[in-house]
């Protein structure tokens, strides 16, 4: 089975300020893993993806994570926040072949940042 | 390129009563996807298919129906809606992840917002 664990509903932070949302998953295959961003009103969008090689994977807007397999994490970071960074984040894991490999997502993480 | 559409994008239902909602994607993606989104429980799979004719469970599934009868179209119904339905719908499509699992990527329709009275 494969599940996803978004630690923390809600981050606060200042602009400018560096942004941290954690990600730990569990698999029991090589996950792919996703960090997908929804504006307020608005669908999902891809930020980010990893599926194999390298581990630190760039998205759009600055973004980067880190596939760490010993500490089953995909945390999602950016160096300085901006207003327009403020969203709902979700993590997603895609393992499990009898599942066709349909993601599973995580609860969202809601990035709220201050002027 | 629309990519994915919802139709409707507001709706409001009386207990019992019916509806669908239909998805449209024009990126001849094999799989198509309907979830809900309640606050603080992220986004749950209700139904979804892994080609057309054929449909199956999600997470959430009960008091859902769905159909894809064209490849490009995905429906989801409620035959009786209950108060417990009021949520944020959103459709997604994707290729095949069976396929070649180096383009898992879903692409998102902008919402169908759901209020059960």
């Known amino acids: 089975a494969q599940s996803v664990t978004q630690l923390g509903s809600h981050v606060s932070v200042s602009e400018g300020a560096l942004v941290l949302l954690r990600c730990n998953y569990s698999s029991s295959v090589p996950p792919y893993l996703f960090w997908y961003v929804q504006y307020p009103n608005q669908g999902l969008q891809l930020l980010l993806k990893?599926?194999?090689?390298?581990?630190l994977v760039k998205g759009i807007n600055g973004f980067e994570a880190e596939f760490k397999k010993s500490e089953t994490s995909f945390h999602l970071t950016k160096p300085s926040a901006h207003m327009s960074d403020a969203a709902e984040y979700f993590c997603a894991v895609s393992a499990t072949p009898g599942g066709s490999y349909i993601p599973t997502f995580g609860r969202g993480t809601s990035l709220i940042v201050h002027p | 390129n629309a990519g994915v559409t919802q139709t409707p994008k507001f709706r409001v239902l009386k207990t019992g009563q019916s509806m669908t909602l239909l998805c449209a994607q024009d990126m001849n993606h094999e799989y198509m996807y309907w979830y809900r989104q309640d606050p603080g429980m992220g986004l749950r799979l209700i139904h979804y298919?892994?080609?057309?004719?054929?449909?199956a469970k999600g997470e959430v599934p009960d008091g859902y129906n769905v159909s894809r009868l064209k490849k490009q179209n995905f429906l989801l119904g409620l035959e009786s809606a209950a108060p417990s339905q009021t949520s944020v719908y959103f459709c997604a499509s994707s290729y095949s992840f069976l396929v070649d699992r180096s383009t898992d990527t879903q692409y998102f329709g902008p919402g169908t917002r759901l209020t059960v009275l």
């Open positions: 990893y599926t194999t090689g390298a581990t």
């Open positions: 298919s892994v080609g057309e004719g054929t449909t």
